[in-house]
């Protein structure tokens, strides 16, 4: 199994070069502290784009819009699983 484990791109996700990998970890701070929302749909759609099969998702303390309304992790839904002090494993 190949996984690929990656953080901290604040904003700049679409700059990265990310190798293909059965598994996708994203441990946060894919924001600059979460004030666009726009920033965040585009995560999402970048997710989407990515070829691995599973992506699991941690929100770090840069995501503030995610954790001040629990509805608002269903914008990630191109997580295959989002981890957060709600859902863990």
């Known amino acids: ?9 604040h904003e700049q996700h679409r700059k990265v070069s990310v190798p293909p990998s059965d598994l996708l970890i994203f441990t946060g701070d894919f924001t600059i502290m979460s004030k666009r929302l726009s920033m965040i749909l585009d995560f999402n759609a970048w997710l989407g784009e990515l070829p691995h ?3 699991l998702v941690v929100p770090g303390n840069h995501e503030f819009f995610l954790e001040a ?11 295959t699983v989002l981890l957060d002090e709600e859902n863990h494993l």
């Open 69 to 79: 309304d629990a509805s608002r992790r269903a914008l990630l839904s191109n997580a």
């Open 1 to 9: 199994m190949k996984i690929v484990i990656l953080g901290d791109t």
């Open 53 to 55: 099969l599973c992506k």
